[in-house]
């Protein structure tokens, strides 16, 4: 029995309690003693278990609280379901794996209807300049176009002349010219030895003859059927050359030509193969654009 020491004096006021102190005392000797005697839970004892000799196990302080600190037990079968074990074995909890799957053919709604086109974007940066392709094969060519005004075209000029001699037979007669200089845009008829008028505006004509001996000469220079002026020379002993200009103001379609004139005398205009001795110019000075 184990006596717990005390130190109360005889004879004070707490000697009545003695007794109960002692009683006490006692007491409390025997909870330790019990406690002391009381194996451990879980304490190997000299006998192994069935369970022992199964299963080792590997004593170790754990908190109860956090089931995660459970110790986990290596064996070679496969692994335990959840829960206690024999031998105060917690396996940990498999966790589970979620492959979710989701069946877009159901999720497809109908076809919708077809929105409205959107604004032009912004216009991106200019490229670079590419390679120069290849010539292409030649192309058919294309029809006529229609035929332009003739008063947009704001030039006309001819000079013609005459190699040939000419002898008046009748009472008129239109000098007709054999050689061209130039007539440009052909406004200038050879065959009728006269100029058209396709370009309103003022005009530039000029005449140039080389006279017949002992014959008269006699010409007019004509707008339409009337004789704006006359070149003229006298019958000689020799043959002269003689000129005569004019500026005259057409309209579109007149018509400017030369016409001898016979009168009781012969009518003549001298020329041979070799030079030419007659000329008829004119050209457009300023085009009438009203």
Not at 37 to 53: D, H
Not at 103 to 118: A, Q, S, V
Not at 143 to 172: E, N, T, W
Request: overall charge neutral; proline content about 8%; aromatic content about 12%.
């Amino acid at each position: 029995m184990l006596k717990l020491p005390y130190c109360i004096k005889r004879g004070t006021k707490f000697e009545e309690r003695r007794p109960l102190v002692m009683v006490t005392r006692r007491l409390l000797g025997h909870v330790l003693l019990f406690i002391c005697l009381t194996p451990a839970t879980g304490a190997p004892s000299s006998e192994p278990t069935e369970e022992e000799t199964t299963t080792p196990t590997q004593d170790k302080c754990i908190r109860c609280c956090n089931p995660h600190e459970y110790p986990t037990q290596p064996t070679a079968a496969s692994t335990p379901a959840p829960g206690p074990q024999p031998g105060g074995y917690y396996p940990p909890y498999p966790m589970p794996q979620i492959h979710p799957q989701i069946n877009i053919t159901i999720l497809k709604g109908d076809k919708g209807e077809r929105g409205d086109r959107g604004p032009h974007g912004k216009l991106g940066k200019e490229g670079p300049v590419g390679l120069q392709g290849a010539t292409g094969s030649k192309g058919d060519r294309g029809q006529a176009g229609i035929p332009g005004d003739s008063y947009k075209q704001h030039y006309s000029a001819f000079s013609v002349g005459r190699k040939k001699g000419l002898h008046s037979s009748d009472y008129y007669q239109t000098l007709i010219f054999d050689t061209t200089f130039v007539n440009l845009y052909g406004h200038f008829n050879m065959f009728k030895g006269k100029f058209y008028c396709y370009i309103p505006g003022i005009y530039y004509f000029n005449l140039n003859i080389h006279t017949w001996n002992f014959k008269e000469t006699y010409l007019h220079i004509m707008k339409n059927d009337q004789d704006m002026v006359i070149c003229y020379a006298q019958p000689s002993d020799r043959s002269i050359m003689q000129s005569q200009s004019i500026m005259l103001e057409l309209q579109e379609n007149d018509e400017v030509w030369v016409r001898l004139y016979k009168r009781e005398r012969e009518n003549a205009v001298y020329s041979d193969d070799v030079d030419i001795y007659v000329t008829f110019n004119g050209y457009l000075i300023k085009p009438d654009l009203d």
